[in-house]
């Protein structure tokens, strides 16, 4: 045969991916090489997602095994034409079922499924494997074909891989890479010239009618399968045993073969193109573009409905529309294919299940659709497969679109032919697949009783053999615990309850290398060998930190996210014993340190009260778990997140801290010794994936897009998504799907506006629209205190939406408004009339915020008045403070000191100690003498009489000089006329005059130097606690003087 | 003596409820009590929610119910018909109702509510001790925070039921936790119809414009809408819409609406013969203008007007609140009113 040299190219990656696979049994052998010269690549997929449970092997359910295998091998075959894997493995006796994986394959499919069961089936496989290897090199020399044989295998391999995945898990992801692979692999397989040119002389004939229909392709296909069948007769004839029927069943599903043969095809063919025909495509393109400018409306618009199908008999397919279509609009289609599960992309690829072609169509996207092997439907047959629906819809629900609605039809099909025949291989078939279906059925019924379907089940099952209906019942029976328990469950528990992730799997959004669950169980499986590792403490840019150095973690994220959820899981996954704390408790300083030292110095009995009475039913690993660590707050909790802080220095165990907002205020100490982990929500469709399966369990049906609505009303929060459905659950009658769009918009979940936002609505024109003016004023009720000085802070960062030579009109608009306002609230602040508060609302934010209506330029600042107000007060201090020291050297009143004395006296002080240095200090001193001041009067003096702008002089004074003046003026203090401490401020000031009080009284007989006493006393209280940049000199002065204190009252 | 005890217990519920409509000391219960719906057919208004609550109350196992509105919607009424419905007789016992009158604080709901949460109370499957806070809005943050996980660890014994006026006064993560219901004010047509009903049970003498007056003043409340009501009738014995208004002392808000509409007509003898008359009758001006102003607010007028005649509102409110409520100021603001009405720039 002639081999197109591609071929062996891609032989040579195939290897890694797939390996043999031996057919199971013996007796279906025989049958193998029609089934599989009549039977179709997607029917083997599909029939694959069926056969859930090989590796679970019990002896009955491997005949249907075996005719997956037979599929597979037919397929494959089928592809590659010369290859006859069934000549080296099929006729040989092979006992052996189990799928055979190469370890290389094991590694990528680990990364998709960790799961330990898995894991360990893969090793056992792997022996297995070695053995086959051992058998494939003893084989291949035989035949001619060796490279197609090796494909052929490695195929089957695949396959059988798949398979055994499948049985540990029906994750659906992971279904979907297979189904890529090996859609991929089909590709490479199909390269072989024969097929290829063939199809190309039916690829330019029939052009026009394969986009059509499926039917018109038969012709091609059915030559094909001619030709395809001489291979395999030469090669087979000997083992062949025909079912026509069968065969002629699998004709029909042909179209799809042929298809994916023709992307192959396609391929190839451009890549001969040769430049003539890039340029005539060029032109073609130019006149298609005018031609789809002018095309034309639906002719027949509203002449058809749409039938009503079952709900989500589309899901999971995707659809492409092209054209114009007959009798509906585009967006009517779409909006029926979203009905019903659907969706609808934008362009050919490989993951749209259907073309739907009107008048028009793109050729370009009809040509993909046919290279990838894409179904064309009319508008006519896109309605049918509704319509269809209705009567599939168990079978369509479970599975996934197109394939999945082939292999039901199909299996009707077995189920008819079955009662025909007698055969008793059929009867094996159909034995082993009746009773996965049941349980199926069994899951899809869950909430509506199931009786009918499983009784018809129970029917069927009867004609078959002893052995499969023992089987079949015994999983009916589990079916049957599974409604019991679900029963007597879902009256006790609230949904978020019910369907609480069980393992750490389970967790929405939480997959992945990188994910939190991850990070977390890493940090907790390391920490006792981390404690003894002294890490560095890494820094806070360090990406790929696993946390070592901490002692604690902390978990932050948005309410409803999975938080606890992940901290209780894999806590009992690892072992470990949760001690939890949350804001139900008590957690102030003294509570926390006894509680919880003795809590973690205790062991875990409840392994032994559930029976468990193993070594590992006392654990002594504990983990102290801080749930909602921001709700610590109150009198109650005061000095908890100190002694948290405390606990986590010196655990001994891993702590683990729950919290919402990590960047709040109150988080902030206790960031710095945790281990930052931050969930985000989870995206919108893996919440819409988890609810559509709880719906689905529940049997209730809600439509994709109003889920999605849902979900995100809900802000992406899964608990409370949850909540609201089971709201609606209850209630059929109401479920309808515009009465739930509706329902959604209104479920939004009110959070708190932050100022920020706030202003940004206030003036943005865009959310004028959907406002009246009472949710304009309830802008400014979000807080009214702090609305006003950010709408008077931020109106001119506004860009007003209109013409330019009113803009400064406007803003003088606003800038009134916003001057009447302030006169409004000074009046409510000043009299008390709180009822003027909507008016200032209307002044101060709706009003401005109307003029100006536009869009905000630039971030929004917070209020400065705030902080400059803040700042005066503390210069109306200073200078209160020096008015009074001075009073009896000056006469003016506290603002001409401010005014005319400051600059003045500040230079006075610090220009001889600027020009002079140390012999400068005498005559400062004299002058702070002479004006009462004291030392840090000099600095209230320097910091109130500096403008903005100025430099402040004293950094000119060097230090040498400034200590000895320290110096010096702690020697020659003399008596004040003044009590220092009366005029300054401070919290504890009564409490130090009563002590100085009896200080006093004490020693009465040096009452001055008393009072100098108290200065300074005061001195070092009110500057430790206010003026920290000046502490490098303080302590020194503050000794010096209590010496000097000291020796004076000696 | 237990069996005795649940004998009488049983016996006691029937005939309270008998004794109940038909007694007459129930005179002295305020109407919004005495006709306070006691199942879920007679709560008025938000069907939806309703009538799923109604299905929880038949099949048991509801979530955490946060129900939000303005006052006077059935807030309370609808959690205590839920609780009624889904405890029957143990309702004394599997009920903790507590209302911002309650202690709330932050001790009260890790002592109280915890307390009650970890309590046993035998019943019926499907059916779970509630806690009713209602008005939870008014709950601090710390209490609140509090709420949090005890919400969920005691789940499968407890459920939540909230009442609040504004649901984002409540913290997101409680929100989390619960479904959020929400209702809307009642229309007018929703309260007619209860008013009338009452009216006829009470053997009341009223006209039509009488009872739809008593609508008004209640802007959707129906708890004010019958408070009028039996003010009114106790006072006159008749409801018409001078008796409505003489008991709601204020002005009428269709006077008003009617002098606003003159303004913008720049029809300033018709407005002020409405203020006048006002005036005379002894409103306070500063009655006047805080009615003027909510009534403009919902006035009909295109927004750049309503905000301008707001402006001068507000103006004047700030004068009379000064203390110049002279009759004066208002004419003053009539005529400010029309002329920005006729497209005068006012003083800005």
């Given at each position: 045969m002639s081999k197109d040299i591609r071929s062996f190219f891609i032989t040579t990656k195939k290897p890694v991916k797939s390996k043999e696979a031996v057919p199971d049994d013996d007796d279906i052998i025989p049958e193998s090489p029609d089934v599989q010269i009549k039977k179709k690549k997607k029917e083997a997929r599909k029939k694959r997602v069926i056969l859930d449970d090989s590796d679970d092997e019990i002896q009955t359910k491997k005949p249907k095994k075996s005719e997956t295998h037979l599929n597979k091998k037919n397929k494959s075959t089928a592809e590659l034409k010369e290859v006859k894997p069934i000549d080296l493995f099929g006729n040989a006796p092979i006992v052996r079922t189990e799928p055979i994986v190469k370890k290389e394959k094991n590694k990528t499919e680990l990364g998709i499924h960790s799961d330990d069961e898995f894991e360990k089936s893969l090793l056992e496989i792997d022996e297995i494997d070695h053995l086959e290897k051992n058998k494939n090199i003893d084989f291949t020399p035989l035949e001619n074909g060796n490279n197609d044989k090796s494909h052929e295998r490695k195929l089957q391999k695949e396959m059988k891989q798949k398979e055994s995945i499948k049985l540990d898990k029906d994750l659906l992801p992971s279904l979907k890479d297979k189904e890529k692979k090996t859609d991929s692999y089909n590709v490479n397989n199909l390269k072989n010239k024969s097929i290829i040119d063939e199809v190309k002389e039916g690829n330019k004939r029939k052009f026009s009618e394969f986009i059509e229909t499926n039917i018109k392709d038969e012709n091609a296909v059915s030559k094909k399968i001619k030709i395809e069948k001489k291979h395999k007769d030469e090669s087979f004839s000997s083992k062949v045993e025909s079912d026509l029927e069968m065969n002629c069943s699998a004709i029909d599903d042909e179209a799809g073969k042929k298809i994916t043969k023709n992307r192959g095809n396609k391929s190839l063919n451009e890549s001969v193109l040769s430049d003539e025909e890039r340029h005539q495509r060029r032109v073609q393109s130019a006149?298609?573009?005018?031609?789809?400018?002018?095309?034309?409306?639906?002719?027949?618009?509203?002449?058809?409905?749409?039938?009503?199908?079952?709900?989500?008999?589309?899901?999971?397919?995707?659809?492409?529309?092209?054209?114009?279509?007959?009798?509906?609009?585009?967006?009517?289609?779409?909006?029926?294919?979203?009905?019903?599960?659907?969706?609808?992309?934008?362009?050919?690829?490989?993951?749209?299940?259907?073309?739907?072609?009107?008048?028009?169509?793109?050729?370009?996207?009809?040509?993909?659709?046919?290279?990838?092997?894409?179904?064309?439907?009319?508008?006519?047959?896109?309605?049918?497969?509704?319509?269809?629906?209705?009567?599939?819809?168990?079978?369509?629900?479970?599975?996934?679109?197109?394939?999945?609605?082939?292999?039901?039809?199909?299996?009707?099909?077995?189920?008819?032919?079955?009662?025909?025949?007698?055969?008793?291989?059929?009867?094996?078939?159909?034995?082993?697949?009746?009773?996965?279906?049941?349980?199926?059925?069994?899951?899809?019924?869950?909430?509506?009783?199931?009786?009918?379907?499983?009784?018809?089940?129970?029917?069927?099952?009867?004609?078959?053999?002893?052995?499969?209906?023992?089987?079949?019942?015994?999983?009916?029976?589990?079916?049957?615990?599974?409604e019991q328990n679900h029963d007597t469950k879902c009256n006790k528990y609230m949904w978020v309850d019910k369907y609480k992730p069980q393992n750490v799997k389970q967790i929405i959004g939480q997959h992945g290398d990188s994910s939190n669950v991850k990070k977390l169980i890493n940090w907790l499986t390391k920490w006792y060998v981390n404690r003894k590792a002294k890490l560095p403490k890494p820094s806070p840019w360090a990406k790929n930190d696993d946390g070592g150095y901490f002692k604690a973690a902390l978990l932050s994220g948005p309410p409803g996210v999975g938080k606890t959820t992940t901290v209780s899981l894999v806590c009992r996954e690892l072992g470990f014993d949760a001690v939890e704390f949350n804001a139900s408790d008590t957690r102030n300083k003294s509570l926390l340190k006894e509680q919880i030292g003795e809590l973690l110095s205790t062991t875990s009995l409840s392994g032994y009260a559930k029976g468990d009475t193993s070594k590992q039913a006392v654990s002594k690993k504990h983990v102290l778990v801080m749930d909602e660590v921001d709700g610590m707050a109150g009198n109650e909790d005061r000095g908890g997140l100190q002694e948290l802080i405390n606990l986590i220095k010196s655990t001994s165990v891993p702590v683990i801290c729950m919290c919402n907002d990590r960047n709040s205020t109150k988080m902030r100490s206790l960031v710095n010794y945790c281990y930052d982990l931050r969930f985000n929500r989870p995206r919108v469709d893996q919440i819409r994936a988890a609810m559509m399966s709880i719906c689905f369990k529940e049997g209730i049906k809600v439509a994709p897009d109003v889920l999605t609505q849902l979900i995100v009303a809900s802000n992406q929060d899964v608990r409370q998504t949850l909540n609201l459905l089971s709201m609606w659950a209850v209630d059929e009658a109401l479920a309808s799907a515009d009465k739930l769009k509706r329902d959604a918009n209104t479920t939004k979940k009110d959070v708190k506006l932050g100022p920020w936002e706030a202003v940004r609505k206030v003036f943005s024109a865009e959310e004028h629209k959907t406002m009246s003016i009472h949710d304009k004023s309830d802008l400014f009720f979000y807080d009214y205190n702090l609305a006003p000085l950010f709408v008077q802070e931020n109106y001119l960062q506004v860009a007003p939406h209109c013409p330019k030579h009113e803009v400064l009109e406007r803003f003088s608009k606003a800038a009134d408004s916003i001057s009447i306002g302030d006169m409004v609230s000074a009046r409510i602040r000043g009299s008390q009339a709180w009822s003027l508060l909507p008016i200032q609302a209307m002044y101060s934010s709706v009003l401005p915020g109307h003029v100006v209506s536009g869009h905000v330029v630039g971030q929004i600042q917070f209020p400065g008045w705030l902080g400059k107000n803040s700042r005066a007060n503390k210069m109306h201090r200073l200078a209160q403070e020096i008015h009074a020291h001075t009073r009896l050297s000056t006469s003016g009143s506290k603002s001409s000191i401010y005014l005319d004395y400051s600059s003045h006296l500040r230079d006075a002080i610090v220009n001889p100690l600027i020009n002079e240095k140390t012999d400068g200090i005498t005559k400062s001193l004299e002058i702070l003498e002479s004006y009462h001041l004291l030392r840090e009067d000099l600095d209230s003096l320097i910091e109130l009489s500096l403008w903005p702008g100025q430099r402040n002089p004293t950094v000119l004074i060097e230090a040498k000089v400034k200590a000895a003046m320290t110096r010096t003026y702690n020697k020659t203090a003399s008596a004040l006329p003044y009590a220092p401490g009366a005029v300054k401020k401070g919290r504890n000031r009564n409490d130090d005059e009563m002590d100085d009080g009896d200080e006093a009284g004490d020693v009465t007989e040096e009452e001055n130097s008393d009072a100098e006493n108290d200065a300074f006393i005061k001195k070092k209280k009110t500057k430790d606690s206010e003026k920290s940049d000046l502490s490098k000199e303080k302590p020194s002065t503050s000794k010096a003087k209590t010496n000097k204190e000291k020796k004076k009252k000696k | 003596m237990d069996d005795d005890d649940i004998v009488i217990m049983e016996v006691d519920e029937p005939e309270k409820k008998q004794v109940k409509p038909s007694s007459s000391k129930s005179t002295n219960l305020p109407w919004i009590e005495k006709y306070r719906p006691q199942t879920f057919d007679d709560i008025v208004g938000n069907e939806d929610t309703v009538s799923r609550l109604a299905v929880f109350a038949k099949t048991g196992n509801a979530p955490n119910i946060i129900i939000a509105g303005p006052p006077g919607v059935g807030k309370t009424t609808t959690i205590l018909c839920l609780a009624r419905a889904l405890l029957g007789v143990s309702f004394k016992d599997a009920v903790l109702e507590l209302n911002a009158s309650n202690d709330r604080g932050i001790d009260v709901v890790r002592n109280k509510i915890k307390m009650f949460a970890q309590q046993k109370v035998t019943l019926p499957p499907g059916r779970h001790k509630i806690v009713i806070l209602d008005e939870a809005d008014s709950m601090t943050d710390g209490a609140q925070q509090a709420l949090r996980r005890t919400m969920e660890l005691y789940s499968s014994t407890t459920r939540f039921a909230l009442a609040a006026n504004n649901s984002e006064k409540i913290i997101e993560p409680i929100q989390s936790r619960c479904a959020v219901l929400r209702y809307s004010r009642l229309s007018d047509a929703q309260i007619l119809a209860k008013v009338i009903e009452i009216c006829n049970k009470e053997n009341l003498s009223y006209t039509e414009e009488g009872v739809s007056a008593v609508v008004f003043t209640a802007q959707g409340d129906l708890r004010s809408a019958l408070n009028n009501l039996q003010s009114t009738a106790q006072g006159f014995g008749h409801i018409s819409p001078d008796n409505v208004f003489k008991v709601c002392d204020e002005p009428h808000p269709m006077v008003v609406r009617q002098m606003l509409e003159a303004c913008t007509k720049q029809d300033i003898h018709e407005a002020y013969k409405v203020i006048a008359k006002l005036c005379k009758i002894g409103y306070a001006a500063e009655d006047i203008v805080s009615n003027i102003f909510r009534v403009c607010k919902t006035l009909d007028i295109s927004e750049e007007l309503k905000l301008a005649f707001i402006r001068e509102i507000g103006l004047t409110h700030m004068r009379v609140a000064d203390g110049l409520s002279s009759p004066l100021q208002l004419a003053g603001l009539l005529a400010r009113m029309c002329r920005v009405a006729a497209g005068g720039d006012p003083e800005w």
């Open positions: 006149a298609l573009y005018k031609k789809y400018l002018n095309r034309s409306a639906p002719k027949h618009l509203g002449s058809k409905e749409i039938p009503v199908g079952a709900p989500d008999c589309l899901k999971d397919c995707a659809f492409l529309l092209t054209g114009v279509l007959d009798s509906f609009e585009r967006e009517e289609i779409e909006e029926a294919i979203k009905r019903y599960g659907g969706t609808v992309k934008p362009g050919v690829s490989r993951k749209v299940n259907y073309v739907l072609v009107g008048e028009d169509p793109g050729p370009a996207k009809i040509a993909k659709a046919t290279d990838l092997g894409i179904p064309i439907l009319n508008e006519d047959e896109f309605l049918k497969l509704i319509s269809n629906s209705v009567n599939n819809t168990k079978l369509t629900t479970r599975d996934k679109g197109l394939k999945e609605k082939n292999i039901a039809s199909k299996s009707k099909d077995e189920k008819e032919r079955k009662c025909e025949k007698s055969s008793s291989k059929e009867r094996k078939k159909d034995k082993s697949k009746s009773p996965i279906k049941i349980k199926e059925e069994n899951r899809n019924s869950t909430s509506k009783p199931s009786d009918d379907n499983v009784q018809n089940q129970v029917k069927t099952l009867n004609s078959e053999k002893q052995s499969s209906s023992r089987e079949s019942v015994s999983s009916l029976g589990i079916g049957l615990k599974c | -």
